[in-house]
């Protein structure tokens, strides 16, 4: 049975209007943020600031504009996640469809998929790394290959290091993925079928999963 939330379309509509609000304010802030700290500009020119500087300044920038809407934001995405398997093939398509459409939604998005890897723990895990690979599902390969390859790493990663049995939960994901060319223009439930064959999960993935694998005996 899905999570009782069937008033989830007009709750998007109205958050992505919001967000966009907000995402002038964060701008507003973020500009503001970088010159007070000699990012910008010329005293930029004599110290080229640093990965570390630049996100320390959007951390900021995101306190000021207020951080509410984006917890707002994640309750929403964790219940849609949640529900998307659970639902009609129609409604799933839905889910994927309203998520890319509102833009300022969807833009924050991938920032939501790329924060799930480090909430899986022994105690929720399975249910977060369902959640995790239904996220990669609704996203439907609108990101740039590289970037799903790496979440879905890191995915199953952080699922075997909390001894998850991830396999069958991406298995099942899998089956409710879009199957047709939407999204990106590529099907997302081959490439969750297949990811494990893939070239990708040889190279980079299963090496750290062993040694995942084994700190996860090792800590019970």
Known sequence: MSPPMDDWEPRLADLDKRLVLWNRRFEEELSRVLGERGLVGLRALFRRPSAADRQAAVVEARRRAGVEILAELAELLDALCDRYPTVLPQERATIRARVGSHEAVFDLFWGYVESLPERISAGAGAPLARRAFCAVAID?????????????????????????????????????????????????????????????????????????????????
């Open 140 to 220: 439907d390969m609108r990101a740039e290959l590289h970037l799903v390859d790496d979440a879905l790493r890191r995915i199953v990663l952080a699922a075997a290091a909390a001894g998850i049995e991830w396999r069958p939960i991406l298995s099942e994901v899998a089956q409710v993925a879009n199957k047709g060319a939407g999204g990106g223009g590529a099907c997302m439930r081959e490439y969750l079928e297949e990811f494990e064959k893939s070239i990708f999960f040889r190279d980079h993935v299963a090496a750290e999963l062993r040694e995942a694998g084994k700190r996860a005996l090792q800590s019970r």
